[in-house]
Structures are given as structure tokens and as C-alpha cells.
């Protein structure tokens, strides 16, 4: 007579064939879009602030962003990625600017921006208390001076007689700018006077800034400078900047990135996400929030399906799968209450 431990490992010898049938070749596919199905059905009995519990889910975000965005990979794959796409720029031809973004967007975003009024406003009054408005504002206009009066002088010696009269001027601008610079030390004579006044003087031009981005036809001029570029290759973008600039500009994106998520407003910020989401999907159920993000059945079902058989596949080559399942069975079929049922029905 065949002792029960015998038939409990020739049980377990079944079951093991058995699991491994069902997630190997053509019957995976059948099991997996049963048993999507089957758990989805649960999850659409099961709220989801029944099972999940708000400051749970605050601290496994907080986690993810914590874990994710610090990660060596990520940390890598910045510069990495610039440097392809940078690469990918340089050398594609088959598409235009235009086909990669949409134009209706793009005005849509600059209508936003120019009808941001109080945000202009705001930064217009912000700019004229910073003490080195005046600085630039006098270096500006001293560079602009130097400029209006050089071209003034070559102009006028293409005129006879007033080219001698323009050179007279220029000459007493020079000589009252050395006089000014003994005095003050420095070569910015009439960019200093113009620095005095600057911060009183951008105050008085606000109103016409404010004029211009209202009623000039500012937004127009951008869409006409973005159709310009719309038409062209995609490879045209590396005339702006070299690869060395893109380089550079995402790691310094990517470390502001990386700082700012350590920073306290930053977990706030986040724990602000969390329960607005509570707070609107709180009471759907597991099954209804999918298509809240997109997702459905099949689209899970598709994806286990994309990756699935090749990994159990190799599972099962190496003989792995058959070992692991075995594993978490074996300690059901060798069990004493098993071997004791089969011992009860042998006799």
C-alpha cells in the first residue's frame, strides 16, 4: 500500500504541473484576462478610504518621491538622455517643430500669459524696488548713448559740411565726460545720471509697459516669431543652444528638482495633493478609479501580457518558476493535517 507521504508528494508533483500549465504558453493569456476580470470584480465592491487610509497613502508618496526622484538611475539618465536627444536633434530632418507641437496650445498659452495682469504688475513693481535696477538702468543708457552718438557721427560724414559740426558736438560730449569722470572716478557720466533717477523713472514707464502687453499687438508678434520656427526641421532647435548648454541645463533643472523635494513646503505641498484626492475620490471604488486614470481591464491585461510570457518563460527554462511554486505549496501537501487525511482515506 502506498504510504500517504507518497501520495501527498506525488499530489504536490500534480499541482506543481498544473500551476506551471496555467502560466505558460497559450493558456497564460486565458488565465491572465480571467483573472484580471475576477480582480477587478473584487475591487469594485472595495472602497477605496476604506482600505487606504489618508496618512498612509501621504507617507508611501512621500516615499516614492523620496526613493524615485533621488535614485542613482534617475540621477544618470539626465545627462545621459540630453545628450541623446541632443544627438537625435542634430541629425533629424523628418520632422518640423510644427508636428511636434501643436499651435492652438501654444497660443493659448501665450494668450494666458499676456492676460496675466496681476502678475505683470506685480513683477513690474518688484523690479523697480531692486537697488540694481539703477546700476543696470545706468549702464544701459550710457551704452545706448555711446551708440545713438557714433552712429549719429558716421551718418553725418556722408554729409558735407555737417560732419564737421557733429564731430564739434561729439567732441564737448567727450571732453564733459572727462570732466565728469576726474570727478567721479568713474567712467559712466551720464549712465550715472541716468542711474539716479532710474528706479523714479521705470515707476513712470509701468503704465506704458502695461499699455504695450494689453493693446500692442504683443501676442501676435510671438505666434508670428513661433510660425516662423513651426515649418522648420526639429534640427534647427541645436542653433540655439550647444550640446554642452542642453547638458548643463538639465542637471541644473534635475538638481533644482532634487533639492526643492527635501524641503518641508515641498512635503506640504504634497500632503495637500493627497487629500484633495481623498477628498475626490475618496469614495469611488478600486475598480471605478481606474478609469479616472486612464486605465481599464484590457489595458492591464494587455501590459501583463506584453512582458509576462517572456519572463516566465525564462523562469520556467531555468528551472526557477518550478521551484519557487514548489516552495509555496510544499508546505501545505506535507503538512501533518494533510498527510493525516490521506493516511484516514488509505485505510
Known sequence: ??????????????????????????????????????????????????????DQAKETVANVINLIGGSPVLGEMVGTLANSLYTDIATNNDYTLGDVVEREPVEQL???????????????ERLTESPLIATVAAKFVDKLIDDFMESNRQMANKIPGVGSLVSFGTSAAKQARKAAEKAT??????????????????????????????????????????????????????????????????????RIALTTREKEYFGVLVDQGVEVFFEKYGDHTLAALLPELGLS???????????????????KRNGVLAKLIRERLEPFFLSDEVIAVLAEATK
Open 185 to 254: 572716478g568713474d567712467g559712466t557720466f551720464l549712465g550715472e545720471m541716468a542711474g539716479k533717477g532710474a528706479q523714479f523713472a521705470l515707476k513712470r514707464t509701468n503704465n506704458a509697459i502695461r499699455e504695450m502687453l494689453r493693446d500692442a499687438p504683443v501676442h501676435d508678434a510671438a505666434m508670428e516669431f513661433w510660425d516662423l520656427h513651426a515649418g522648420e526641421p526639429v534640427s534647427g532647435l541645436r542653433e540655439y543652444l550647444s550640446q554642452q548648454d542642453l547638458y548643463d541645463l538639465a542637471l541644473i533643472v534635475y
Open 1 to 54: 500500500m502506498t504510504e500517504p507521504r507518497e501520495i501527498a508528494e506525488r499530489l504536490l508533483d500534480l499541482q506543481v504541473d498544473f500551476v506551471l500549465a496555467e502560466v505558460t504558453g497559450d493558456r497564460f493569456a486565458e488565465v491572465i484576462g480571467r483573472d484580471v476580470e475576477a480582480v477587478i470584480g473584487v475591487a469594485d465592491t472595495i472602497i477605496f478610504r476604506d482600505v487606504v487610509e489618508i
Open 110 to 124: 501665450l494668450e494666458k500669459i499676456f492676460g496675466m495682469h496681476q502678475a505683470q504688475e506685480r513683477i513690474l
Open 297 to 315: 481591464g484590457e489595458d492591464i491585461g494587455n501590459e501583463l501580457l506584453r512582458y509576462g510570457p517572456a519572463v516566465v518563460e525564462a523562469a
